[in-house]
């Protein structure tokens, strides 16, 4: 029978290297943004938040670009380390929905040592 | 200071059975969202709650219910369990109503036999 499924997207990086992950989101009424790293077998942990009224934000090892033309986030991370290694998503909050978060479908990372 | 916690862990149930998922939000949140996340997906929202009021309902079935207690912890419910209710569902707390990182408990596996 056919199988039905998505299919992450997947980046492997060398242990040290930077990594880049991308994510496009789908409304431009978006205003706010979270990236979360989510490990096998545990709840989506928080990495960084941008709103729309930026266009960089940086944390420890990490850096979110937003760029609003063409509703595309990334998540910068450097010196990748084996820990790194999780599925990673990005999140998108729209105008007067409270709490309410999509989700991008997620981006598998693997580090290689 | 605890995080979000879920109870149960893991569940099985039988299709038409009921069930009912718990979270205790962070100390302080005064908001919660529960979430489904299927195997390789990214999570899909179902209800806000803030204030034990509902502020936010997903494109879920009137099968899924939920409510929010006056010390902000919250139940999920679902009744007359389907296969497809199989998945890991996650619940995320946070100070306010609307635009902040929200903060995600382990969650709680579903599994509908």
């Known amino acids: 029978g056919e199988s039905v499924g998505l299919h992450l997207p997947t980046l492997s990086v060398q242990e040290g290297d930077n990594s880049i992950i991308n994510c496009a989101y789908s409304?431009?009424?978006?205003?706010?943004f979270i990236w979360y790293k989510q490990e096998s077998g545990k709840g989506p942990q928080f990495i960084i938040d941008?709103?729309?009224?930026?266009d960089k934000r940086q944390g420890q090892r990490v850096t979110v670009l937003l760029n609003k033309t063409v509703k595309h986030l990334s998540l910068q991370i450097a010196a990748t380390q084996p820990g790194d290694s999780a599925v990673y998503f990005c999140a998108e909050n729209m105008l007067n929905t409270g709490n309410q978060f999509y989700f991008g479908t997620g981006t598998s990372l693997t580090v290689i040592p | 200071d605890a995080g979000v916690t879920q109870s149960p862990t893991h569940l099985i149930k039988t299709r038409g059975q009921q069930v009912t998922l718990r979270c205790s939000p962070i100390s302080g949140h005064k908001s919660v969202s529960w979430y489904q996340q299927v195997l390789g997906q990214g999570p899909q929202f179902i209800f806000q709650y803030y204030e034990k009021e509902e502020r936010g309902r997903g494109n879920f079935p009137d099968r899924f219910s939920a409510r929010q207690f006056p010390n902000y912890s919250s139940e999920l419910n679902v009744n007359a369990l389907l296969l497809g209710d199989s998945a890991l569902y996650l619940c995320?707390?946070?100070?306010?109503?609307?635009?902040?990182?929200?903060?995600f408990g382990q969650g709680t596996r579903l599994t509908v036999v």
């Open positions: 941008i709103r729309s009224n930026m």
């Open positions: 409304n431009s009424a978006s205003d706010y």
């Open positions: 995320a707390s946070s100070s306010f109503g609307g635009e902040t990182e929200a903060f």
